[in-house]
């Protein structure tokens, strides 16, 4: 069983930037991909960041490109999302997600999920 806990939310003006972590409880947390994907309220979750096991593929959410970077650091089981130029309409419960196949890029890919943690955006 892989458990993952969010922290890092919180509430943000405009412009602003936040630091989300994920500490993963599994040893084998370098064979997984990771993935951190939000859901605002009324919509459906969405796919935001994607880092492979090196962390040498990424991919991002076109609406997010240039603004936030997924990192992660396997000797310490954690992942990242460095969130700067932060909008209004970032706003919303942010999950890491954890996911075994190799390629993962889409939320039915993934199998693991923490509680989330929230971010608002003032505006």
């Known amino acids: 069983q892989v458990q993952l806990e969010e922290s890092g939310g919180g509430l943000v003006q405009a412009g602003g930037s936040l630091r989300l972590s994920c500490a993963v409880s599994?040893?084998?947390?370098?064979?997984?991909?990771m993935g951190w994907f939000r859901q605002a309220p009324g919509k459906e979750r969405e796919l935001v960041a994607v880092?492979?096991?090196?962390?040498?593929?990424?991919s991002y959410a076109d609406s997010v490109k240039g603004r936030f970077t997924i990192s992660r650091d396997n000797a310490k089981n954690t992942v990242y999302l460095q969130m700067s130029s932060l909008k209004a309409e970032d706003t919303a419960v942010y999950y890491c997600?954890?996911?075994?196949?190799?390629?993962?890029?889409?939320?039915?890919?993934?199998?693991?999920w923490g509680q989330g943690t929230q971010v608002t955006v003032s505006s």
């Open positions: 599994r040893r084998t947390f370098s064979n997984y991909v």
């Open positions: 997600e954890a996911s075994s196949r190799i390629g993962a890029s889409a939320l039915r890919d993934f199998d693991y």
């Open positions: 880092i492979s096991w090196s962390g040498r593929r990424i």
